[in-house]
């Protein structure tokens, strides 16, 4: 069974503090996503990347930062939490070319308190 | 406004009722996904849909995608409680139908009484 990873699934952090999210695939994909989930608001895109060391800004970068050393490794950095970052994120996935169908984490429930 | 509308918010049905779910662009789709969504857990891919006028099924769940229209739908027959939870479609709205920069509607959340 294919597999993303995210490596919390609830998190409480302070204001101002360092976050990483960490979300792991083990399909080989090229392409991984950074989304953000809030009520009302529904799914937003924060960062792509579709190779090693490239990353692309998603619609709502601001606040956030991504690393992609590793192919099956996309980390999200929250570089200093602040409570409007309170949301469900989500990772997801997808072989390139890109029309083909994102799999996706179970997600990390962020509180920034 | 919103660049994907679905409709409707919510919905409540009987089991057993047939039900629609409809996912409607303000610009040309060259591509729709759907997913589903369990309350607080990751999105489940669906079907996908890349051709005017292509009809997909998978168990009870059917896609149907009107380019013309701007639009797809999701019927689900005979629904179960297994059938509750958010129903996401999500486009490429940019060109060329990637999935680089897909937008989501806001979702539909469908509860199923027994």
């Known amino acids: 069974d294919v597999k993303v990873t995210q490596s919390s699934r609830y998190l409480v952090k302070r204001t101002g503090e360092k976050v990483f999210l960490e979300c792991v695939q083990d399909?080989?994909?090229?392409?991984m996503f950074w989304y953000r989930q809030d009520p009302g608001l529904g799914l937003r895109l924060i960062y792509f990347s579709y190779d090693v060391k490239m990353k692309e800004k998603g619609d709502i970068p601001e606040g956030y930062s991504v690393s992609r050393e590793k192919k099956e490794r996309f980390s999200l950095i929250l570089e200093s939490a602040s409570t409007n970052q309170t949301s469900m994120y989500l990772c997801?996935?997808?072989?390139?070319?890109?029309?083909?169908?994102?799999?996706f984490g179970s997600g990390t429930q962020l509180s920034v308190l | 406004s919103q660049e994907l509308e679905q409709s409707p918010q919510s919905l409540i049905v009987q089991e057993g009722k047939n039900l629609t779910i409809n996912c409607t662009s303000s610009?040309?789709?060259?591509?729709l996904y759907w997913y589903k969504q369990k309350y607080g857990e990751g999105l489940i891919f669906l079907m996908m849909l890349q051709k005017g006028g292509e009809e997909k099924s998978h168990e009870k769940i059917t896609a149907k995608l009107d380019e013309k229209k701007q639009q797809s739908s999701l019927h689900i027959t005979a629904s179960q409680p297994s059938h509750a939870g958010i129903y996401l479609c999500?486009?490429?709205?940019?060109?060329?139908?990637?999935?680089?920069?897909?937008?989501f509607g806001k979702g539909t959340l469908l509860t199923v009484n027994p």
């Open positions: 999500g486009a490429d709205l940019g060109s060329g139908g990637s999935n680089y920069k897909l937008t």
């Open positions: 399909m080989d994909h090229e392409n």
């Open positions: 610009k040309t789709l060259y591509g």
């Open positions: 997801a996935s997808s072989f390139w070319p890109a029309n083909e169908k994102l799999f």
